[in-house]
């Protein structure tokens, strides 16, 4: 069981949940840059959360499929279709052996995601099927997708089968593919906004800033750069600057990180961010905005909003309760007598 990739896209990449429990010896997390619509996605097609999925920058790639399977997309909407009729994200579809998954034009986002059910079958490294393409390793061969790629697909779970079955009931002989007639609510999804407000709080040099600097990260606009990429996005605006030069010995540093270089110009760290840095951090975006952030494409315009930490657990707590609801309530549809 495979997928062949026709067309490879701009950049797609086995991702999954990332690498963790390596950072000690300086390997990036990585993963998904928006983890919640990978395990959206996975969910949906009945996998594991964890389980490696394609992950699709900007400019999609052309699949065919070798057999009978049930993908689900998630996260930005890149104008998929199968067969050249469009198909709708955040639902499981049944999708006919010979068929062809395309993209357009990006209608909003930057990374989108396909679950096929069984996931991606590569090998595991460091515990972790993503890629990390910088160092060459994880994913398929530690690489992007190139034409002629086959991608093996694992087996199918019990709620996978049940799901393919279903979707069979429902095929028309006549339709080239057949989405489910149902969807998560949207209150379950996570928002995308292309001009995002970021919820954010104080880093520990955060008080090593100006008064001036303390002030622009909370009320200036930052405008995402076309520089941007897995490992950091970099912003232009208002200039920070410290209250008086200091001397930074490398500091752990994770995913939404924000350091200030001497330039004085904002970097958001991403999925691929070193384990470690030397630039003085000055805020922190909370976790259950990180989806928000991966999505801004290029040209977005960024700004932040100091959130305490309670707060911000209680949000990511929320997003986590979320996503388990989800995942009861389709096995509540798909098991009921």
């Known amino acids: 069981m495979s997928i062949k990739v026709n067309k490879p896209g701009l950049l797609t990449t086995v991702q999954d949940i990332g690498r963790y429990g390596y950072q000690k010896q300086g390997v990036p997390v990585s993963g998904a840059m928006d983890k919640v619509a990978l395990r959206i996605a996975n969910v949906l097609v009945g996998n594991p959360e964890e389980a490696a999925a394609l992950e699709i920058c900007m400019q999609g790639p052309e699949l065919q499929f070798n057999q009978d399977t049930v993908i689900a997309l998630a996260g930005a909407d890149l104008s998929a279709n199968i067969n050249e009729k469009p198909v709708r994200l955040w639902r499981p579809v049944l999708v006919q052996a010979g068929s062809l998954l395309r993209f357009g034009k990006p209608v909003y986002g930057t990374y989108a ?52 079955s279903d979707l069979l009931l429902q095929h028309n002989k006549e339709d080239q593919f057949t989405e489910a007639s149902w969807s998560p609510d949207p209150e379950l999804l996570p928002t995308y906004e292309p001009n995002p407000v970021l919820r954010a709080t104080g880093n520990l040099e955060y008080n090593w800033f100006s008064e001036n600097s303390r002030g622009y990260i909370w009320h200036e606009n930052y405008k995402l750069l076309p520089q941007s990429d897995r490992m950091g996005y970099r912003l232009q605006g208002t200039k920070l600057a410290l209250e008086e030069r200091r001397e930074l010995l490398s500091t752990a540093v994770s995913f939404g990180t924000v350091q200030v270089p001497p330039q004085g110009q904002p970097i958001i760290l991403m999925a691929d961010a070193q384990t470690t840095g030397g630039y003085p951090r000055i805020i922190q975006v909370i976790a259950a905005d990180l989806p928000k952030l991966a999505q ?28 388990l609801a989800l995942q009861q309530a389709i096995k509540f549809k798909l098991y009921q007598v």
């Open 113 to 164: 995601y396909l679950a096929v059910a069984g996931g991606i079958d590569v090998p595991e490294v460091m515990d972790s099927r993503s890629t990390y393409t910088r160092a060459g390793f994880g994913g398929l061969e530690g690489r992007a997708l190139q034409s002629g790629d086959n991608l093996p697909l694992g087996k199918s779970s019990e709620t996978g089968k049940l799901l393919l």
């Open 296 to 323: 801004v494409q290029p040209g977005g315009i960024i700004r932040f909003k100091d959130t305490g930490l309670e707060e911000a657990q209680q949000l990511y707590y929320q997003q986590e309760r979320s996503l």
